[in-house]
């Protein structure tokens, strides 16, 4: 789940990463925002900020991976709410956002570019790691937000799929006065707050 890639922004690696998502169109578009990211602003700068274009360029199905890219970037920057979501046909469907913020912002565009220069990015789920991972690697698997159980579903696949080591430890961050139910077999060993955010030391029960 890589979604807006704020940890790989934010830790920005020197060493090459491995990002993946099950969004496709969401790889696509860092892919082409990697590799052209002038070529993307160019198209983007055509595009108005107003209900009867977005309702436009929402309808539009480009083929061309550039289109695709600025018109995947508007959706996000002018939508309600900057929802992802599409209907059974796999047609986007989130309504216009009437909101006021420029969506074309070139710097922050061109500084995902260059942060993605030397990152791998792969459509589909966090299995693909497995055969990318090496020793003293970090992994962050963030998992979709789908129930209620998130946390305990995402360590039991993980467990099941063999990608926990036997001394490993997991880190799962929560809202302070919240708490996570942890599958069988797993213990909590610390835990750490900051302000209204707490982070779970986790790790397979010995």
């Not at 969004?23 to 590799?35: F, G, H, P, Q, S």
């Not at 061109?110 to 090496?134: C, E, H, M, T």
């Not at 696949?157 to 006065?177: H, K, M, P, S, Y």
Request: glycine share 6%; proline share 4%.
């Amino acid at each position: 789940f890589l979604g807006g890639a704020s940890v790989f922004l934010s830790i920005k690696p020197s060493q090459q990463a491995f990002l993946s998502d099950l969004n496709e169109d969401l790889i696509k578009t860092y892919i082409a925002l990697r590799d052209s990211p002038y070529d993307i602003i160019k198209v983007l700068c055509t595009y108005s900020n107003d209900k009867d274009s977005y309702y436009k360029i929402r309808s539009e199905h480009p083929q061309d991976e550039i289109t695709r890219a600025a018109r995947f970037i508007y959706l996000n920057q002018t939508s309600f709410n900057g929802i992802y979501r599409v209907n059974l046909k796999g047609e986007y469907n989130v309504p216009y956002g009437f909101r006021e913020k420029e969506f074309l912002n070139e710097k922050t565009l061109l500084d995902v570019s260059n942060a993605l220069q030397n990152a791998i990015l792969r459509y589909g789920d966090f299995d693909l790691v497995r055969q990318n991972i090496k020793p003293n690697d970090l992994v962050f698997l963030d998992p979709p937000y789908r129930m209620t159980n998130a946390y305990a579903d995402a360590l039991t696949r993980l467990r099941g799929r063999g990608l926990l080591n036997a001394d490993c430890i997991c880190l799962l961050e929560r809202a302070a006065d919240a708490r996570i139910l942890l599958p069988d077999g797993f213990e909590c060993t610390d835990v750490r707050t900051y302000g209204g955010t707490s982070v779970e030391f986790v790790r397979e029960a010995r």
